[in-house]
């Protein structure tokens, strides 16, 4: 049973910046895709950043050049690193995985999702 466990949301200042960790497990090393995801409020869930095992990585046009997804050596905790943060990225921010590489950035996509953690970022 994969099992998605997130943490380091908070509230920062815009031109901050906050690492969210996901600790992942139950999940094939062999062939996997991890996502972020957020939601602000009023709208609808939204693709932030994906990574897969053979290490692609794909990044909303929003967030490119100012979030980077990585994940520890042991593929057991997914990270998005977030700087130069905006008011605008502000939302409930979930990892979510696939078992197999066939994902893109699209939440119907992703088949097991975390609780989220609320990142606020105040202009």
């Known amino acids: 049973q994969v099992q998605l466990v997130e943490s380091g949301g908070g509230s920062v200042q815009a031109g901050g910046s906050l690492r969210l960790s996901c600790a992942a497990s139950g999940y094939t090393y062999a062939s996997y895709c991890l996502g972020w995801f957020r939601r602000a409020p009023g709208k609808e869930r939204e693709g932030v950043a994906l990574?897969?095992?053979?290490?692609?990585?794909d990044y909303a046009e929003s967030v490119k050049g100012r979030f980077t997804i990585s994940q520890d050596n042991a593929k057991t905790t997914l990270y998005l690193q977030m700087d130069t943060l905006q008011a605008e990225d502000t939302g409930m921010y979930y990892c979510a995985a696939r078992t197999d590489r066939n994902c893109v950035l699209w939440w119907v996509a992703f088949n097991y999702w975390g609780q989220g953690t609320q990142v606020t970022v105040s202009s």
């Open positions: 990574i897969d095992s053979a290490g692609r990585i």
